[in-house]
């Protein structure tokens, strides 16, 4: 059974710290390129971060030098560490993994308050 299950979410305020993370099973984790996604309330979900099976890493604008994507092959675990919160981080966060099927993770929601 294809899973990938996210952890880490919560409250944070405005500047504070939080590390996602994403057990993923039933995929072989190391050939897979994964990533992070999130959706704000009312908006489209975008992209984060996407780190491939090499490790070379990929992020958006409004989140580089902010947060930092890695993955753990042993683990079958990728990460997200979020730094220097903004309340406009705030979204419903996805775990996403790709190489010949698609997967997606069901979701963790990070709430920062200013």
């Known amino acids: 059974q294809v899973q990938l299950v996210e952890s880490g979410g919560g409250l944070v305020q405005a500047g504070g710290s939080l590390r996602l993370s994403c057990a993923a099973s039933?995929?072989?984790?190391?050939?897979?390129?994964m990533g992070w996604y999130r959706q704000a309330p009312g908006k489209q979900r975008e992209l984060v971060a996407t780190?491939?099976?090499?490790?070379?890493?990929n992020y958006a604008d409004s989140v580089k030098s902010r947060f930092t994507i890695s993955r753990d092959n042993a683990k079958n675990t990728v990460y997200l560490q979020m730094n220097s919160l903004k309340p406009e981080d705030t979204a419903v966060y996805y775990c996403?993994?790709?190489?010949?099927?698609?997967?997606w993770g069901q979701g963790t929601l990070v709430t920062v308050s200013s």
């Open positions: 780190i491939t099976s090499g490790g070379t890493t």
């Open positions: 996403w993994g790709r190489n010949y099927l698609e997967v």
């Open positions: 039933g995929i072989s984790f190391g050939r897979y390129t």
